[in-house]
């Protein structure tokens, strides 16, 4: 029976990087951050223009004569609904205004690249994908899959091919319409390391879910809910402060509403931020997902005691806990996409 390499304290072990994972992931990973790069940079310059285009509106009286001196600009006399405007009126007029519509002309851009690219669905989309070509591939090197825990024996080599191919098929399917591109030619769909670890002993298998699976999501899980948890602080401290500078801005006869205005849009802009972070959900649905993983990690059977008692019925003991805990992930997985549409 093959030998697989189980991680040891400081070392990356089975399956913990991302050339020891299927093609299918890797592409869907890469695809997965680039649409997430390209979503929050629209969403973070519309909303950093919304901010700048009302603070040009309470300073744009003030920069008027300047406007109006740089660009020689001169607009003549108009009447508009029975009022007559003289040209200076116009013309300061526009001046104070050119530049935040300047801005919201950048900022309405952003918005409708949003629309049209649709970034923030195909990050969701690729990112599950990958995670679910993650599970698959550690299903596989557990015995896992829904063939292994529907057998009445464990699958041979032959077999378990055929039945990852099956599932892996699935998954290509949906990559399909996900702007993913086909796999390249000669790549191999399984990785000789996922072969090596279903081929090793069971106290081996044991040892490589609980380090590299097990224990690596839940650590990951509790940073995550963590800093999910500090941003939401920090923002949520952030829109008390632009409040109170808008009250502030009430007594200053130079701003007056207008800088009341431009903090209350500010506050929206960075609440609207902490929406489409997700940052409160998320700390809550990481820090719950981290505490339910800590408990599967302490049911974990002894790695040393794996050897003794009938090695099938150990087999599908092992089996079935795997994958009640990739059924676990995945659950959070949809969750994660559907709360977050």
């Known amino acids: 029976m093959a030998k697989a390499v189980v991680s040891t304290a400081g070392s990356p072990g089975p399956l913990s990087q991302k050339k020891e994972l299927p093609e299918l992931f890797r592409t869907a990973d890469s695809a997965a951050i680039r649409s997430q790069w390209w979503h929050f940079v629209f969403v973070r310059v519309e909303l950093i223009a919304i901010s700048l285009a009302a603070l ?53 851009l952003m918005f409708a690249f949003r629309l049209l690219f649709r970034q923030n669905h195909f990050w969701r989309a690729q990112r599950a ?6 599970g698959l591939a550690w299903r596989y090197s557990m015995r896992a899959m829904n063939a292994d825990l529907h057998a009445g024996a ?25 702007r993913l591109p086909p796999p390249k030619p000669g790549e191999p769909m399984l990785p ?40 939401s602080i920090y923002l949520q401290t952030a829109r008390f402060v632009v409040y109170g500078l808008g009250i502030a801005l009430i007594f200053f006869t130079g701003f007056g509403s207008n800088g009341l205005g431009a903090m ?11 929406a489409g972070k997700h940052y409160d959900d998320l700390a809550q649905s990481y820090g719950s997902m981290a505490r339910e993983l800590d408990g599967l990690t302490n049911l974990v059977p002894d790695a040393s005691s794996a050897s003794h008692g009938d090695p099938n019925d150990l087999q599908d003991i092992w089996s079935i806990f795997v994958d009640k805990v990739e059924t676990l992930l995945n659950g959070e997985h949809q969750d994660w996409l559907r709360n977050t549409k």
């Open 56 to 108: 040009a509106e309470v300073f744009g009286q003030q920069l008027a004569s300047w406007i109006i001196r740089v660009f020689d600009l001169q607009v003549g006399s108009t009447d508009i609904a029975g009022r007559h405007f003289t040209s200076h009126e116009v013309t300061t007029s526009l001046a104070s205004y050119v530049i935040p519509a300047f801005i919201m002309v950048i900022a309405i």
């Open 264 to 274: 209350t849009t500010i506050a929206g802009a960075v609440a609207t931020w902490l």
């Open 129 to 134: 994908l990958a995670e679910a070509t993650k």
């Open 154 to 178: 464990p699958l041979d080599m032959s077999q378990s091919h055929q039945a990852f191919q099956k599932e892996l098929d699935k998954l290509l399917k949906q990559a399909e319409s996900l």
């Open 192 to 231: 000789q390391v996922m072969d090596t670890l279903r081929s090793s002993s069971l106290a081996d298998q044991i040892d490589a879910y609980k380090l590299e699976r097990l224990v690596n999501q839940r650590d990951w899980y509790a940073r995550k809910a963590n800093r999910y948890r500090n941003w």
